[in-house]
Each structure stands twice: as C-alpha cells, then as structure tokens.
C-alpha cells in the first residue's frame, strides 16, 4: 500500500523560510512532485524530481526560490522554500508516480500560510 505523509507546514512571516518533507512507503518511485492548491483554483505542480539522474523541473512562479531534493535511500523528498511570498499560500501537496506501473498517488496535503 502506498502511503505518502507530508510533514513541515505552518506559519510563515513573508521572506520567512519553511522546508516540507514527504515520506513516501510502499513502493519504489520514478518521480517525486510537490503541488500546491488555492480555493477556487487549479493544483498546480511547483516542483518535481526524476528518481534515476535527479533531473528537477519548477514552475516559473518558484525558481530561484523554492529547491526540491531527494534521498531516495530514505524515500523522502523534500521542499525548501526560501524568501517566501503571501501569494505561496496554499495546501501543498506531495506527489509520487509509481515506478512499476506508472500510477500517480497524493498525500494529503499541509497547509503553509505566508502571512505577518
């Protein structure tokens, strides 16, 4: 059974820094992602990270802000989010595709609140 706990959201000054982590179990993963959902709006993907080279991909929203990275000895990927914005306010969510048959799975998602 897959399961993916998403842990490191909370309150944030803006400019503030918080680092989400997201313990994936049950099976080996070709890719890792961290989307991020609003009311009212779309998920939208913020990062992922290809398992076999470590290839990482952003939106353009987060680059040069926001770093994903991986231990896949641990199965863990996480999100490092720097100089953050009130618009970054959202529940993100962790993403995994499973290696053997291609099906994607969602944790359940953490709230980060950019606010002063």
């Known amino acids: 059974q897959v399961q993916l706990a998403e842990s490191g959201g909370g309150l944030v000054q803006p400019g503030g820094s918080l680092r989400l982590s997201c313990a994936a179990s049950?099976?080996?993963?070709?890719?890792m992602s961290w989307y991020r959902q609003t009311p009212g709006k779309e998920r939208e993907l913020v990062a992922d990270?290809?398992?076999?080279?470590?290839?990482?991909n952003y939106a353009d929203s987060v680059k040069g802000r926001f770093t994903i990275s991986r231990d896949n000895a641990k199965n863990t990927v996480y999100l490092q989010m720097n100089s953050l914005k009130p618009e970054d306010t959202a529940v993100y969510y962790c993403?995994?595709?499973?290696?053997?048959?291609?099906?994607?799975?969602w944790g359940k998602g953490t709230l980060v609140t950019v606010s002063s």
């Open positions: 990270i290809i398992s076999i080279n470590m290839m990482t």
């Open positions: 049950g099976f080996t993963f070709s890719s």
């Open positions: 993403s995994a595709v499973r290696y053997d048959n291609g099906m994607r799975y």
